[in-house]
C-alpha cells in the first residue's frame, strides 16, 4: 500500500511569508495526525483529525497556524506569517484506529526553514 | 505531565558491538511504549511496541526491548549493530490518549 506522502519535502522561505505543508495520508485512514521537530528537541504533537473534523489541536503552537482536512482525505498546514522559531520538521502521521495501537504511519516529514 | 527521557543523544558504535539505548518515562497509569527508527532521508518506521504481556518485546531487525515497569524504563537492545542500522531512534509513549509523547532521540552511528 502506498505510505504517507509529504510536499514539499523542504522549503526555505523568508520570515514573514507563508508556507503550505500538504499530508495525504494512507487511504482509508480516518485519523490523521500532524506533529512537529524543532532541531535537537523532541518530536511533539500538535493536532489530530478524524475524517475532517479536528478531534484536538492543543499543540498548535498559536493562531498562526492553520490546519485543514477537507473532505476527509489529504491535509494541509499552512503558516502565516511564519516566524524563524516555526523552523523544523513537520511530520504527518496516519493511523486505522483512534489508539495507534498498531502504531501510526509516518510520512517523510517537511523541513522547513525560515530566514 | 507525560514525558520521555532518551539517555543517549549521540551513540557510535563499530560493527558487530552491542547496542543499549536507554529510554525512561514517567506516567502513572497504563502505557503503551515504542521504538521507531528513522533511517537517512527516510519516515520514521516502527521497531517494536509494547502494550502488555511478555516484558520483552522482539521486533523487526533483530531488535528487542525490555519493558521494566519498576523502573520505568522501555531500554532497546540489538547484540550485533551493523552498518546500515545508523539512524535515528526515537521512544515513544501512548498513555491513556491517542498522543505520542517522544524523546528526544538518539542519533546512532554505525562504523563499517
Known amino acids: 500500500e502506498a505510505g504517507v506522502t509529504q510536499f514539499p519535502s523542504h522549503s526555505v522561505i523568508e520570515k514573514g511569508q507563508t508556507v503550505t505543508l500538504r499530508c495525504d495520508p494512507i487511504?482509508?485512514?480516518?485519523?490523521l495526525y500532524w506533529y512537529r521537530r524543532v532541531m535537537g528537541k523532541e518530536i511533539k504533537f500538535l493536532l489530530h483529525?478524524?475524517?475532517?473534523?479536528?478531534?484536538?489541536e492543543s499543540g498548535m503552537p498559536n493562531n498562526r497556524f492553520l490546519a485543514e482536512r477537507t473532505g476527509g482525505t489529504y491535509s494541509t498546514l499552512k503558516v502565516q506569517p511564519a516566524e524563524l522559531e516555526d523552523s523544523g520538521v513537520y511530520f504527518c502521521?496516519?493511523?486505522?484506529?483512534?489508539?495507534?495501537?498498531?502504531?501510526?504511519?509516518f510520512g517523510s516529514g517537511t523541513r522547513l526553514t525560515v530566514v | 505531565a507525560q514525558s520521555v527521557s532518551q539517555h543517549n543523544h549521540h551513540v557510535i558504535l563499530s560493527e558487530a558491538a552491542s547496542l543499549e539505548l536507554g529510554c525512561n518515562y514517567s506516567?502513572?497509569?497504563?502505557?503503551?511504549l515504542f521504538w521507531y527508527v528513522q533511517y537517512p532521508g527516510q519516515h520514521l518506521q516502527l521497531l517494536l511496541k509494547?502494550?502488555?504481556?511478555?516484558?520483552l518485546v522482539k521486533g523487526i531487525k533483530g531488535f528487542e526491548a525490555e519493558f521494566i515497569k519498576s523502573k520505568f524504563s522501555f531500554n532497546l537492545r540489538k547484540p550485533s549493530v551493523q552498518w546500515s542500522d545508523t539512524a535515528e531512534y526515537f521512544c515513544?509513549?501512548?498513555?491513556?490518549?491517542?498522543?505520542?509523547?517522544f524523546g528526544t532521540g538518539t542519533r546512532l552511528k554505525v562504523l563499517a
Open positions: 502521521a496516519s493511523s486505522q484506529n483512534l489508539q495507534g495501537d498498531y502504531g501510526y504511519t
Open positions: 487511504s482509508g485512514h480516518d485519523n
Open positions: 483529525f478524524v475524517k475532517e473534523s479536528k478531534q484536538d
Open positions: 506516567y502513572g497509569g497504563t502505557v503503551n
Open positions: 509494547y502494550f502488555s504481556g511478555d516484558p
Open positions: 515513544a509513549v501512548l498513555g491513556g490518549t491517542y498522543k505520542y509523547i
